[in-house]
């Protein structure tokens, strides 16, 4: 029993509990094994979605249509976080456990309750603890999202947020079950097998009763494994949320009952029974909120913006009664495409299924099987369809309303990529390894005798958290390390030509903006083409002795300015994008990015026209243009900012416009050479933000 003196005290600092708890967690062999164990798993789900997806890219290179269809949401985070579930699911519990379980089994919690801290105060600093251990165990999947980024994947932060969130609601309550069956066990052994009940019952529960109407719905909704579904299809449910805080919180209370020893059980079991009362009736408030975001980019959850408008303004309830079996994929579709759209949209709708899964097969012969009717006050009418095309005209009529004039909105384009994702593959099994087994064993060689507690806790655990952070740090960070080039122009002199780029054909200047510098290319006085000036001193610096050999094809083909990034000498793999805006030319207003440029003056460019709209990889050879692969129909509007990337690997060359993915070709020999920024003739153009990141 706590003594009477340190009960009384309870301004203690909690900074040296929780170090110690961090301790107890990176000085133990679970969290690494699971990081070590996580990596092959995570990657292996990234490298088979970044191929699929690559794949799907590929196909629908000449087909919008298809295009619309890719979202990494669907295509890489899900799978990649998925991967991600299980490795918490399964391992995650054991990591969770020693934060308590070692303590009881010897016998060392004993001593810790003694200390001036409230019960409640060691089980919040233990889930915080376990909430340390779910950032460091989430590496892998966090390293992913960096890799995707580099290699010129579209991320949303709005749905990267959500599923984040969605993941790491799921783990604390994970954690804050793992803490509750350590405080009800004896040993870390049973604890786990507690903990593992709980999330393989999840599987079970949905595997079994999963869909079914009824009571046997709601009490598949305790599923564990339910939480993160709501968050993987893009939806911010605020009644899910709510939901989940108030049972992670309901876990550490229990625990809090549960973990001082010299109580007896009868009056544990009665505090209990007051805490999963009040739990059940916070839950019970909390599902009645219907407040919900939809953070997908294309929609998905929602009607359109028109039909989301008017549908809000009809007060009176709409019930819905469909006569089909839970499993019939028709249920499923109209279930997907409206029933859950309406309830997030109306204020007052109920739907109710007539037909349960057993009698499917009997209830698919009857009359009624298979219409859904809709009564909206005192009138009421039934439909077989499944599509909102139909059924929202239908619910119009039953409320007396017009249908809504159409609201012009932005088509979701799609984000197609093509792309192997071999490095990743390489990333989780060799290098991220390699870090984490690094950590480990600088962890475990770290001083563990201290003259005082706190003299132990400021510098053994402050210096294992420093290594800790330093190494999560480098892991999220490395793949995306390898940016040589970032033209910065806010430091130099409008005017004047720039510093960080080498003119080398036609008129380049440092221009002002709306108050921004941007790189200019001025071709108003362009008739048959000129060097810039010294332009021997310039090829002199570029390529020294061969200089001669580079000044003969540059005059060749005088009127295609250009300039040369200085600091980039051999760009092999990676990407380089640019922005540019047209600001006049008639005969051309052309910005492109030039790139394999070697020694002897030849070299390729990507290019756009905002007076053609085509989109063209052009190769100077020998002093002769001749177009490579030419993508006509990219609208490039003048006088507006747009996005040019390249990417390249070996000798494969893509081509993006406005993030969009329209030109891909092999060259016969991969790509080795210097980069820069391109034009031609009489454009007048701006440049801004030019970059490019190589990758091995």
């Known amino acids: ?112 309750v003694q200390l001036p801290y409230r019960t409640m105060t060691l089980v919040c600093v233990k889930l915080a603890a376990v909430f340390v251990a779910w950032l460091l165990c989430a590496i892998p999947v966090l390293s992913s999202l960096f890799i995707w980024s580099m290699a010129g994947g579209h991320l949303s932060p709005a749905e990267i947020a959500t599923l984040f969130l969605g993941h790491l609601l799921y783990g604390l309550l994970i954690g804050a079950v793992a803490l509750f ?257 690094f950590a480990w064993w600088r962890s475990r060689r770290l001083p563990s005798n201290s003259r005082t507690f706190h003299r132990e806790v400021d510098m053994k655990i402050g210096t294992r958290v420093l290594l800790i952070a330093v190494v999560s740090a480098v892991a999220l960070l490395l793949p995306a390390i390898a940016a040589p080039l970032k033209v910065d122009l806010s430091s130099e002199t409008a005017g004047s030509e720039p510093k960080s780029l080498v003119p080398v054909v036609g008129i380049w200047r440092v221009e002002t903006e709306a108050g921004k510098t941007v790189l200019a290319v001025d071709g108003r006085q362009w008739k048959e083409g000129q060097s810039s000036a010294g332009i021997a001193d310039k090829a002199r610096a570029l390529y020294g002795e061969r200089y001669a050999e580079f000044l003969d094809r540059v005059q060749a083909y005088a009127y295609y300015p250009y300039v040369v990034a200085k600091d980039v000498d051999d760009f092999k793999n990676g990407e380089i994008s640019v922005r540019f805006e047209g600001l006049s030319g008639r005969i051309d207003q052309g910005a492109g990015i030039l790139f394999n440029l070697k020694p002897n003056g030849d070299y390729l460019t990507i290019r756009a026209n905002c007076l053609e709209n085509n989109l063209v990889l052009w190769k100077f050879e020998k002093g002769r243009r001749s177009s490579v692969e030419w993508v006509r129909n990219t609208p490039t509007a003048t006088r507006q900012w747009h996005d040019l990337k390249v990417r390249i690997v070996g000798s494969k060359v893509e081509g993006y416009l406005d993030g969009k993915l329209y030109l891909q070709h092999t060259l016969p020999a991969p790509v080795s050479g210097k980069i820069g920024l391109w034009s031609k003739a009489d454009s007048y153009m701006h440049f801004d933000e030019f970059a490019a990141t190589a990758s091995e």
């Open 1 to 112: 029993m706590p003594s009477p003196e340190t009960s009384l005290s309870r301004g203690a600092p909690v900074w040296p509990l929780f170090a110690k708890e961090l301790r107890e967690i990176v000085t133990g062999r679970a969290l690494w094994t699971l990081l070590l164990l996580a990596c092959p798993l995570v990657g292996y789900s990234f490298f088979q979605a970044t191929s699929l997806y690559g794949e799907a890219s590929a196909a629908a290179a000449n087909s919008p249509v298809l295009a619309t269809n890719l979202s990494p949401l669907d295509g890489i985070l899900v799978p990649t976080f998925g991967s991600f579930y299980v490795v918490v699911t399964l391992l995650f519990p054991f990591v969770a456990i020693r934060v308590l379980g070692e303590e009881k089994q010897s016998g060392a919690l004993r001593l810790l």
């Open 181 to 437: 069956s350590a405080s009800i066990t004896e040993s870390s052994a049973t604890a786990a097998i507690v903990t593992l009940a709980f999330t393989i019952g999840s599987w079970v529960l949905d595997f079994t009763i999963a869909g079914r109407p009824g009571w046997l719905e709601w009490f598949a909704h305790l599923s564990l494994t339910q939480v993160i579904r709501t968050f993987e299809q893009g939806l911010l449910s605020v009644s899910l949320v709510a939901g989940v805080v108030v049972a992670v919180c309901a876990f550490a209370v229990l625990a809090t009952v549960w973990l001082p020893p010299g109580i007896a059980v009868r009056q544990k079991l009665m505090r209990s029974a007051v805490c999963v009362a009040a739990a059940a009736a916070v839950l019970l408030v909390v599902t009645q909120i219907k407040a919900s975001i939809d953070v997908t980019e294309d929609r998905r959850n929602s009607f359109a913006v028109a039909d989301a408008n008017q549908l809000a303004r009809l007060t009176e309830p709409l019930a819905i009664t469909v006569h089909l079996a839970a499993e019939d994929p028709r249920y499923i579709d109209v279930q997907r495409n409206v029933l859950a759209k309406l309830e997030r949209v109306m204020p007052h709708v109920s739907v109710r299924l007539t037909t349960a899964r057993q009698g499917f097969t009997s209830a698919a012969g009857e009359d009624a099987y298979g219409e859904i009717e809709y009564r909206y006050g005192a009138r009421s009418d039934t439909s077989r369809s499944t599509s909102p095309r139909e059924i929202l005209p239908l619910i119009y009529g039953l409320a007396g309303v017009q249908p809504p004039a159409s609201i012009p909105s932005t088509e979701f384009p799609g984000y197609p990529l093509v792309t192997d994702g071999a490095f990743a593959f390489l990333w989780f099994l060799g290098a991220l390894p390699i870090l984490i087994v």
